[in-house]
């Protein structure tokens, strides 16, 4: 299903506060999930396979690296078992990383929250802000209101994706 979110990731060094804000605020928690995402290599955009304990889905999305609020275009289909899609992904565009991380899910509203422990790069909060094309200003609005109630200030901010991050780390 295509979707546009507005989103913004951030180191996090202290995820007991973002998780007081959050529940102070009513959101409701979805659960920890242990997730792999597996990127595949592809000539635009990112497509990976995300393998979790809560969320399962073939995800494919593109956006720039900025590290203010950033539009993202998806298309994601869920799927139960990724074993099959995983090799047919794998024998046909190989595989250019992979991602390992735990991750809180929250929700409020149109607005969802990840408090992410990703391994090798540490501690993380993402917001994506989700809606249609032709409200953009407003789910800006809204991501930025988020990232102020949660303290995100402009030097935590990250520009790429976690996938960036760990094939820098890896040269």
Do not use: W
Request: proline content about 2%.
């Amino acid at each position: 299903m295509p979707g546009v979110s507005v989103e913004i990731k951030a180191r996090c060094s202290d995820p007991v506060f973002v998780r007081k804000i959050l529940r102070t605020h009513k959101a409701r928690f979805k659960g920890l999930d242990h997730q792999i995402d597996t990127y595949f290599r592809i000539p635009s955009g990112r497509l990976k396979l995300r393998e979790g304990n809560i969320e399962n889905a073939l995800i494919y999305y593109s956006r720039t690296n900025q590290k203010n609020s950033k539009r993202c275009d998806s298309i994601v289909h869920r799927h139960r078992d990724g074993t099959v899609l995983k090799k047919v992904l794998t024998g046909s565009l190989g595989i250019l990383t992979t991602v390992d991380k735990k991750r809180e899910i929250y929700f409020i509203q149109n607005a969802k929250f990840h408090v992410d422990r990703v391994k090798k790069l540490g501690n993380f909060v993402e917001i994506e802000i989700f809606g249609r094309a032709q409200d953009l200003a407003s789910l800006r609005k809204q991501c930025d209101f988020y990232q102020k109630l949660l303290g995100i200030r402009p030097r935590d901010l990250v520009a790429n994706s976690y996938s960036d991050q760990v094939l820098k780390r890896s040269r």
